[in-house]
């Protein structure tokens, strides 16, 4: 039982393999944009209707916004406030639009304030 152990103990640390991975590495030189853009707020409603920073629009002028907002310089963040009853069909059309327009920049507000 003692032989086991040793040979255990001899080959165990000639079975870990190194994996070279080169990490990217940080570019100093980027500066932050010193005034960045206000995020538009998109809110979905449960029944599906949609609101720019506030204001209802329908689908083909979302399109609209979403292009004109794509090829902004400094792009802003599109953040995302769906209703918790609204259909996930919904949600996702509006990502597949952003994501089509060429938005990078989609987040999703909380506004949940259960502590559950």
């Not at 996930?88 to 952003?98: C, E, I, M, R, S």
Request: net charge neutral; charged share 15%; no cysteine.
């Amino acid at each position: 039982m003692l032989v086991l152990l040793i040979i255990f103990m001899i080959t165990a640390p000639m079975l870990t393999h190194r994996i070279r991975i080169d990490l990217p590495q940080p570019n100093r030189n980027v500066q932050p944009p010193l005034n960045p853009p206000e995020p538009i707020k998109l809110q979905i409603r449960a029944d599906g209707s949609i609101f720019w920073n506030s204001l209802p629009v329908t689908i083909s002028e979302l399109k609209a916004q979403l292009a004109v907002t794509a090829v902004k310089n400094p792009q802003p963040e599109l953040q995302i406030n769906a209703s918790p009853n609204v259909e996930y069909q919904n949600v996702a059309a509006v990502l597949a639009d952003a994501k089509g327009a060429g938005l990078e920049k989609i987040g999703f507000e909380n506004t949940d304030q259960g502590g559950g």
